[in-house]
Structures are given as C-alpha cells and as structure tokens.
C-alpha cells in the first residue's frame, strides 16, 4: 500500500477543457431495427447514454409504433428484493451511507497507486471542488460522482428517452416487460455490515472512469450527437465504452453478492431478455424493445443472438 506522501511526486497530467455540444433543438434519434418471424415484428430501438442536455428527441416514428404495439420490453435489469419496508429502509440509510467508504477509514490516497492518485487530484479539483469528504469513499464511488459531475458539466444528462418511451406506453396503454434477475437480500442489515468490510476490486472502475474522463469525454460527445441525428455508421466506428458497466461488475464480483446470487450474471440477464423477445415474437403481431446501443450493434450482442436462432434482422 502506498504511503502518505507517495504520490506528491508524481506530475499531474493535463485536463483537457473540450468544445461544447453542438447538437440541441428538436432531435430524430436514430432509425428503429426490425426483428420478424413470419408476420411477428419485434421493432428495436438501441439508445446511448448520456445524450445532449439540449436536445427534445422527436419520437414521432418510435409512438407510431408503440400505438400498434402490444408489448414494450425494456432492457434487462438487476433488481434488489430487501423487505424492510419505509422505516426500515430509514433506519438503515446511515448504514448505506458508511458502506461507500473504505474500510477502516482508509483514503483514496492510501489505497491508490501513486500514479491513480495523481492522475485522480486534477479532476477532483475541476468537476468536484477541493473538498475532502470524497477522499474517504471507496475507489467504485468516488469515480462515479466524478463521472456524474463531468458529463453535466460536458453538456451530457441521462433519462432523455426513457420518460418519453414510459409517456407512450401509458397513453396507448401498452403493457411493459421488465426481464429481471431478483436478487433477494433477506438480510439486508447483515449485507451492508459484510459489503463495509469488504474491499472491492475496483481499481479498474477507477482507472476507466478516469481516462474516460482525461481523453475520451470528446467521444462521448460525439457518440451523443451521432444518436441525436441518427447517424448509425458513426456510432459504428466509436468505441462503445461505459466505465459504469465496470463499476456494477466490481460489486456483483464480491462474495456479498456472489453467496446471495451465484453464477455468471450477465449471462442470466442476457438470457432473461431473449426469452422475452422471443415470447413476444411467439404471441405478439407487433412488439417494442429498448436496448444500449452496444447489444444492437455488437457481432455478439442480443440481436446477434437472434439471428443465430434464425429470425430475421433487418437494419434500418
């Protein structure tokens, strides 16, 4: 472990300050792919995350088919089943609190390596501020405040499509699949007291958020432009990378939830999705689904998945 001062040598690299988001105003989206077995269609919609903050997408095409849908699926989620109820919930917010810092009160500066430290204190310093409470947090949570901060401050926000998609379905009264892996905490006390003393293997969330941060916010930028426009082929040839996604691994790797729900998560997600895209194409005339824009893309991505089973997928 490095010592207190380990890091003060080490050069601080340059923060890049990157143009502003160009894209604003009403907004496309992009084009819907086209799943089908026989008559059955199951339309998909790939979404990016996070888009420009000025942008009002015109889901126009998207609501046209949601009035003739029969079922909206949404993305495959991990959902967390503690029954404790309001109060109780109340009473172990403090718990939650104290669960986000390092174990016996370590900071940042001692459980990084010299060079992430360094690399750590400018950012700090532009998207936090010089306050010191986030030193003591867990290498997981301090990047995703940093992560959060950065995109707002980038032009970036999350939940532009989500609310205009929960809007349709409401007005045309579509029903919503929600494909869940349950993870059942029956007790939640004792999780918490376990996951406090529990260090996370997280320095890769970190060191990812990080140079997502140093060299690749400008990347997220287009990749939110390209999705506003509808431009495909460009969010083709971006990398598609969410440091979030390395952040949820770190935890669902720790023993607190491995012991509560074993075996390969992702791949139980993953599977919980096309079954119901499939049971939907097996009843549906006309179905919905949202997706990230990686799994529709992707050679080895959901949609890939069902071509393999031999459905049709056209692009659009």
Same mark, same amino acid.
């Given at each position: @472990?490095?010592?207190?001062?380990? %890091? $003060?040598?080490?050069?601080?690299?340059?923060?890049?300050?990157? =143009?502003?988001?160009?894209?604003?105003?009403?907004?496309?989206? #992009?084009?819907?792919?086209?799943?089908?077995?026989?008559?059955?269609?199951?339309?998909?919609?790939?979404?990016?995350?996070?888009?420009?903050?000025?942008?009002?997408?015109?889901?126009?095409?998207?609501?046209?088919?949601?009035?003739?849908?029969?079922?909206?699926?949404? #993305?495959?989620?991990?959902?967390?089943?503690?029954?404790? +109820?309001?109060? /109780? /919930?109340?009473?172990?917010?403090?718990?939650? *609190?104290? %669960?986000?810092?390092?174990?016996?009160?370590?900071?940042?500066?001692?459980?990084? #390596?010299?060079?992430?430290?360094?690399?750590?204190?400018?950012?700090?310093?532009?998207?936090?501020?010089?306050? $010191?409470?986030?030193? !003591?947090?867990?290498? *997981?949570?301090?990047? @995703? !405040?940093?992560?959060?901060?950065?995109?707002?401050?980038?032009?970036?926000?999350?939940?532009?499509?989500?609310?205009?998609?929960?809007?349709?379905?409401?007005?045309?009264?579509?029903?919503?699949?929600?494909?869940?892996?349950?993870?059942?905490?029956? $007790?939640?006390?004792?999780? *918490?007291? !376990?996951?406090?003393?529990?260090?996370?293997?997280? *320095?890769?969330?970190? =060191?990812?958020?990080?140079?997502?941060?140093?060299? =690749?916010? =400008? &990347? @997220?930028?287009?990749?939110?432009?390209?999705?506003?426009?509808?431009?495909? +082929?460009?969010?083709?040839?971006?990398?598609?990378?969410?440091?979030?996604?390395?952040?949820l691994l770190a935890t669902l790797e720790t023993q607190v939830v491995k012991k509560r729900a074993p075996g390969d998560l992702k791949a139980q997600l993953r599977a919980q999705w096309l079954q119901a895209a499939e049971r939907a194409l097996a009843h549906?005339?006309?179905?919905?689904?949202?997706?990230? @824009? +990686?799994?529709?893309?992707?050679?080895?991505?959901? &949609?890939?998945?069902?071509?393999?089973?031999?459905?049709?997928?056209?692009?659009?």
């Open positions: @472990m490095p010592g207190p001062g380990a %890091a $003060d040598a080490a050069p601080e690299p340059p923060v890049r300050d990157l =143009d502003a988001v160009v894209v604003s105003g009403v907004q496309p989206g #992009p084009g819907l792919w086209k799943v089908s077995d026989g008559e059955r269609v199951l339309w998909v919609l790939g979404t990016v995350s996070p888009l420009p903050k000025g942008i009002e997408w015109e889901a126009r095409d998207v609501e046209a088919v949601l009035a003739q849908a029969d079922e909206l699926i949404w #993305p495959p989620a991990l959902a967390f089943n503690a029954e404790v +109820g309001f109060f /109780g /919930g109340l009473r172990l917010l403090p718990k939650v *609190l104290k %669960a986000r810092r390092n174990p016996d009160g370590a900071t940042l500066r001692e459980v990084l #390596p010299p060079d992430l430290y360094a690399r750590w204190q400018p950012l700090k310093r532009k998207y936090l501020g010089r306050g $010191d409470g986030v030193e !003591e947090w867990r290498p *997981l949570f301090a990047a @995703m !405040e940093l992560y959060q901060e950065a995109i707002e401050d980038a032009g970036l926000r999350h939940g532009v499509v989500t609310p205009v998609l929960e809007r349709a379905a409401k007005r045309y009264d579509v029903t919503q699949s929600r494909p869940q892996l349950k993870l059942v905490i029956a $007790d939640p006390k004792a999780a *918490l007291d !376990e996951f406090r003393g529990t260090r996370l293997d997280d *320095l890769e969330c970190f =060191d990812r958020t990080l140079r997502r941060l140093e060299g =690749d916010l =400008d &990347l @997220m930028r287009q990749r939110a432009n390209a999705w506003a426009v509808g431009d495909v +082929g460009t969010l083709r040839g971006l990398p598609d990378y969410d440091p979030r996604e390395t952040c549906n005339a006309v179905s919905f689904a949202v997706l990230p @824009m +990686g799994e529709v893309l992707r050679p080895d991505g959901y &949609l890939a998945a069902l071509r393999a089973k031999g459905y049709a997928v056209e692009e659009p």
